[in-house]
């Protein structure tokens, strides 16, 4: 492998910009040339690419987002559309590619590993932590920790006021930021897609906490747990309690990278470049009991996200 290229695709997340600065760095340091993709799928199909080097990743491992931008290519599922993708790529001797993301990502790189031959690495980097078969995702811990800052914060004014706050936070249909959130801030209550709930009971609970003189909860909702408006005035109108709605949002996705995401962003950037040279199949990079392991594409699509349910009832039991 002589010629490298880097993308970053879907959503930003906390570390992507630490992810390219490992890959450029790792590259370098073993003689290749490497290039980076603006605009992800997206750009790689109208062929913008531009050579990188060592000072191109200067000053970015703490920065949030990602200087390569980023963008979603839904088009992308047409194998035409990969034909545009593979002779960008060809025009300019790319012998592989790393692919930063998530999901949507990792199948567009699984499409051009099948589809056209081209030899690809995927770093998962998403704050959902949604992919199953790692333990972790860059951009996930830092995104966590964003929302226990938002946690504190509502605490002061909903103690100041009696009231009961309900904080949406991102992860579509996986609830990890919610649930790791939620223990590491105390809340009351975690609503996450991955386990039911009875609103009835948590109204009565509130009452109840209330009656004995707590006077304010914190409810984490994970955004595909429920309409978060629905579920305030549904337990508002069954506790007698005012129930304040506050939706995080993009907030979450940005901001500087802490330690934990910078160090997993240089530990798969280096793991890339090392399988490249190796002439290692196509493959998603992870990690597993801290040590950094290997996927196919195929094996990963397949992969079934199991929900971390001794720590769910540690959070109720704490809540108490």
């Known amino acids: 492998m002589d010629r490298i290229a880097v993308l970053t695709s879907g959503g930003d997340a906390p570390g992507m910009n630490a992810c390219i600065r490992a890959v450029v760095r790792a590259a370098l340091n073993n003689k290749m040339d490497i290039y980076g993709v603006e605009r992800g799928y997206a750009g790689l199909i109208k062929g913008e690419i531009t050579r990188l080097g060592t000072r191109s990743v200067s000053d970015m491992i703490h920065k949030g987002g990602t200087f390569l931008k980023t963008a979603r290519c839904s088009e992308f599922k047409d194998v035409e559309v990969q034909r545009l993708a593979a002779e960008a790529l060809s025009a300019y001797s790319i012998d592989g590619l790393v692919v930063i993301g998530g999901d949507g990502t990792f199948r567009g790189a699984k499409d051009l590993c099948d589809n056209f031959g081209i030899k690809i690495m995927g770093i998962p980097c998403t704050i959902d932590n949604d992919l199953a078969y790692t333990d972790f995702t860059v951009g996930f811990d830092t995104a ?177």
């Open 144 to 320: 966590v920790n964003t929302v226990i800052g938002a946690i504190n914060n509502l605490r002061d004014t909903m103690h100041s006021h009696d009231r009961v706050s309900l904080l949406e936070v991102m992860g579509r249909h996986c609830g990890d930021i919610a649930l790791y959130a939620g223990v590491a801030g105390g809340a009351e209550y975690v609503l996450v897609p991955e386990i039911p709930y009875n609103l009835d009971d948590i109204a009565s609970s509130i009452k109840k906490s209330y009656l004995r003189g707590k006077t304010s909860n914190m409810i984490i909702l994970a955004e595909g747990a429920g309409d978060r408006d629905e579920i305030a005035e549904y337990i508002q109108k069954k506790s007698g309690i005012n129930v304040k709605v506050t939706n995080y949002g993009y907030i979450q996705r940005g901001g500087s990278p802490n330690m934990m995401d910078r160090v997993l962003a240089a530990r798969f950037g280096y793991k890339a470049i090392e399988l490249f040279k190796k002439g290692a199949d196509s493959c998603a990079i992870g990690i597993k009991n801290n040590k950094v392991i290997t996927m196919p594409f195929d094996e990963v699509a397949k992969a079934e996200k199991t929900f971390d349910n001794e720590l769910y009832d540690i959070a109720h039991v704490l809540s108490l």
